[in-house]
């Protein structure tokens, strides 16, 4: 490229729209290419070095001398002209003492100057503003960070002074149940050595046991719960957002997830994951003692299966007319709140010479008088009738589990009854979940009028898609579509009933809607540690057997139906 020629558009320059114009950064480009490529908003981009020149129009940028062209310039002098008639190319020079100054250059030096100067404090602007825009931001999140780490300090503070209090009164509740238990181990070496016909001592050990009964029933209690927080620190938790801020939105963050196991230990994670892992599983074992109703279930019946009944008082027919009633001793029963003093408690010593142990009595009662003794007695007749009701024979108890059936229907035929025994012990949300879906929801959810859609021959059979009828439908009894699915350590088998796993999540469990499956056939697939089984078929077993072997096309990869129509006409519990 010649040097005379515009290093854009390769033009050579001229005196009017090629006119050659030099920039702040001393880069010389046509007229033409400034003002079209160049020039927006009086400035002006170097096309080489990215440099902007500031500038009013381009009219007002001064041209370079140098590469002006010949016809431009005044002619050249006889003693710079070519000998041979030829034109020789013609340089001013840079230098005051080889030739005098005619003002051109010393204005564009002094316009050059002032635009780069100019130039120089914008840019010292811009960072002394950025500069204090960044100091303000960071003095407002020193701030917000400040404050926030006192609080958590405060938090800490006073979570620590509950801990404390929560240690000490756990040492106490210890020493009480340390103190218990040799009581309870007294009162059992008492009761095996007492004679059975001395009422007098067999009722004080009686007292003394409800009492302990009465102090240990709230640590039953505390047991569970601890058992409940261990289950829970075997777990693993997933964290997510819900509702992510915009400034997560731009980070391309808001599905990031966190999952955490709950058993951790200071040897190996840092303080603040066995911080985060301890709330965690305060927060879980506080909501589900408080909300669960199974948890609560579960300490119902614990407390209907202990010991209970009337103890029987047998006082009259022992003691004499004469003698005084007997006295109650320590008949309130007082819950310590520290550790009990040996003064609290009676203790029995049983002697089956002496029967005036634990009567506070100046005269000695009577030899108790023996059932043949009683016998002898003259009858009363203006005494009260005892009635006394025989124990009835054990008997094997009936389950208590929730059962739901359906009737179904192939074709036009007699429908037939099929009975579910469900298991809300370990899987309370699927069960929830199903016994919904067979009493139907008031928006019309639910098995009744809904099809088999889908069976392979002494295997399984699927249904519960209420909505098409095909396997791509259904809707959980819940709000949500699909809800995630306990871990049920019910094994697949024959005659189990299990929902359809619809979706599976990071950690690999699967959510669940409303489609179910029924074995039929013997299983000889793999065991896993966690199922979706929640129940089994009590009744109805071989009908369900027969209908496995109705045959079943495909409409497309991922729904089918049968043959033969085999529809739920009723379903409910029991």
Known sequence: MSSDACSSCFMPYNATDHA?????????????????????????????????????????????????????????PPYLRNPSGGAEDVYYSDSDEEKPSNGVSEELKRNLIIQSQKSNINLISQILDTNMQSIQESKSARKIKNESLKETISAIESLKLKLENDLKNNRNQAKIIVDLEKKSITLSQQFTEVDDMDYNSIKMIYQEAVKIQNIVKPESDFSDIQKLEKAISQSTVKINFDKADQFLGKLKAENDQIFMKLTTNLENDSELIFLSTFMLKSLFTEKIATHNKSFKNLNEIEFDQSPSGQFEDLSKYIANDDEPKMSMINSEVKMPVTAPNASEWNFVSSSKINNNIGVKSSKPLAKPVSFSDMAKKQANPGAAVIKRIPF???????????????????????????????????????????????????????????????????????????????????????????????????????????????????????????????????????????????????????????????????????????????????????
């Open 20 to 76: 050659p114009l030099i920039l702040s950064c001393y880069h010389t480009y046509c007229r033409t290419c400034v003002d079209s490529y160049m020039f927006q908003a009086q400035q002006i981009t170097c096309l080489s070095c990215s440099k902007v020149t500031q500038a009013v129009s381009v009219s007002s940028l001064p041209q370079n001398p140098y590469l002006q062209p010949r016809d431009s310039i005044s002619p050249l």
């Open 392 to 574: 009835p024979e054990k008997t094997i108890a009936q389950t208590n589990r929730p059962h739901c059936f359906f009737k179904i229907q192939v074709d036009n035929g007699t429908p037939f009854r099929v009975v579910f025994e469900l298991r809300p012990d370990m899987a309370p949300k699927m069960v929830e979940n199903f016994v919904k879906l067979c009493k139907g929801l008031p928006n019309g959810m639910g098995y009744k009028g809904s099809n088999i859609y889908r069976a392979k021959g002494d295997d399984h059979l699927l249904g519960g898609d209420f909505e098409n009828n095909d396997g791509t439908g259904g809707h959980s009894s819940f709000e949500e579509r699909y809800v995630l699915a306990e871990q049920c350590p019910l094994r697949d088998h024959k005659g189990a009933i299990r929902m359809r796993g619809q979706e599976r999540t990071m950690d690999g469990r699967c959510k669940i809607g409303s489609q179910f499956m029924i074995w039929v056939g013997d299983l000889d697939y793999k065991e896993y540690r966690f199922t979706l089984v929640f129940g089994k078929v009590v009744e109805g077993f071989n009908q369900l057997l027969e209908v496995s072997r109705i045959k079943a096309v495909q409409k497309s990869p991922t729904s089918w139906i049968l043959k033969q129509s085999v529809k739920i006409v009723d379903s409910g519990t029991l």
